[in-house]
Every structure is written in C-alpha cells, then in structure tokens.
T-cell receptor, first 112, second 112 residues
Framework: NAGVTQTPKFQVLKTGQSMTLQCAQDMNHEYMSWYRQDPGMGLRLIHY???????DQGEVPNGYNVSRSTTEDFPLRLLSAAPSQTSVYFC???????????FGPGTRLLVL | SQQGEEDPQALSIQEGENATMNCSYKTSINNLQWYRQNSGRGLVHLILIRSNEREKHSGRLRVTLDTSKKSSSLLITASRAADTASYFCATSIIQGAQKLVFGQGTRLTINP
C-alpha cells in the first residue's frame, strides 16, 4: 500500500491564481481531511469528509473548496490564492472504526 | 482557536535522559492522541488515551491523562537521537480520530 499520497510536493503561486492540491489514499478509508500547518503552530483543520459525496467545514475553511467523488481522492482547491495561504498542507485519512489518522507527506505552498 | 496548548514549546536534553511534554485542552474530550513529526515530514501516530483512562504505556512512551485538570503528559524514557522531532497532542470530542484538534507542538532535540 502507498498509504496517503499528496501532489505536488512544492508549489509557488502568484496572488489570484487557482490550483488544486491532490490527495489520494489506497486504504479504503471513509474519513479524509485537510489540515494546514503554519510555522511554529499545530495543524488546523480546513475541510473533512466522512465518505464519497459528503464534505464539511473545519476550523479554517475560507478560501478553500473540496469535493469527494470517490473514496480514494480528496482534492483541495484554492480558488484565488492569497499570501495568507502560504503554508504546508497535510492530507490525512482514517477508517471510521479506527482511532488513528494516517498523514500524507505534505505539500509546501508559497503564494507571492 | 486551537484546543491544545503544549508546554514546553522547545526541549533540549542529553541522549539517555527522559523527556516530558505537557498538553492542556479546553473542552471535554473523548480521546487524546500524541503524534510525532520529523522535520519536513507528515505526522505519525504514537499513542491514544481515552477519557476514561488515566495512564497508558507503549514501549518507551508513557501517557497520562487528568480530565479534571484537562491536561495530559507524554514521557519518553531513555531518549535516543532518533527521538528528535516535534510532538503534538490532538484531541477528539468523538470516538475515533475524526476532527482532531491539535496543539502547537513541542520541539524535542536529543543531543548525543
């Protein structure tokens, strides 16, 4: 199993540009989530999903959209990037019956 | 705002010594988890303690939970250079690992 994969590893955007951060898992997990991590801080939940077709907002959802058309994939979309969205983004997944989240390696995003 | 506050923010000890990190949280929880993050990597689950448990062990890790004080501690015994990482506590108000709320982390450095 590859676990949780994220692409790209690193991205530079200009203010106002849009992009999609990809996340995929091959563990058939129902639950998937996106976090952002800013320097010296813990992770903050952006959006999450408990299954295909079901998404909900976390603590810091503004400026981000998500969709969950399949169990495996949970892309995060930045509609109009802002410098405040410069951060490291982590995707995670877990089985509803489990008590452990599995994290991807992260995507480092720089918005100029 | 984040649920967990961790103390200290940074800790530097000699190899072989014990390391203790503390986490405080604000609301009632179902479980509290500890994760490790090596530099530039995703988070890895270490141990989980439920709200009805007071102490749990896993190898060189010992976690305690005091729900009356809304606090937890993580003890790493006989530290090794490979333990150098950031450690995060995360709380959940529901059973499982969904919608985790993370503290800001403790940066642990083990000096050889």
């Amino acid at each position: 199993n590859a676990g949780v994969t994220q692409t790209p590893k690193f991205q530079v955007l200009k203010t106002g540009q849009s992009m999609t951060l990809q996340c995929a898992q091959d563990m058939n997990h129902e639950y998937m989530s996106w976090y952002r991590q800013d320097p010296g801080m813990g992770l903050r939940l952006i959006h999450y999903s408990v299954g295909a077709g079901i998404t909900d907002q976390g603590e810091v959802p503004n400026g981000y959209n998500v969709s969950r058309s399949t169990t495996e994939d949970f892309p995060l979309r930045l509609l109009s990037a802002a410098p405040s969205q410069t951060s490291v983004y982590f995707c995670a997944s877990s089985a509803i019956s489990e008590e452990t989240q599995y994290f991807g390696p992260g995507t480092r995003l720089l918005v100029l | 705002s984040q649920q967990g506050e961790e103390d200290p923010q940074a800790l530097s000890i000699q190899e072989g010594e014990n390391a203790t990190m503390n986490c405080s949280y604000k609301t009632s929880i179902n479980n509290l988890q500890w994760y490790r993050q090596n530099s530039g990597r995703g988070l890895v689950h270490l141990i989980l303690i439920r709200s009805n448990e007071r102490e749990k062990h896993s190898g060189r890790l010992r976690v305690t939970l005091d729900t009356s004080k809304k606090s937890s501690s993580l003890l790493i015994t006989a530290s090794r250079a490979a333990d150098t990482a950031s450690y995060f506590c995360a709380t959940s108000i529901i059973q499982g690992a969904q919608k985790l709320v993370f503290g800001q982390g403790t940066r642990l450095t083990i000096n050889p």
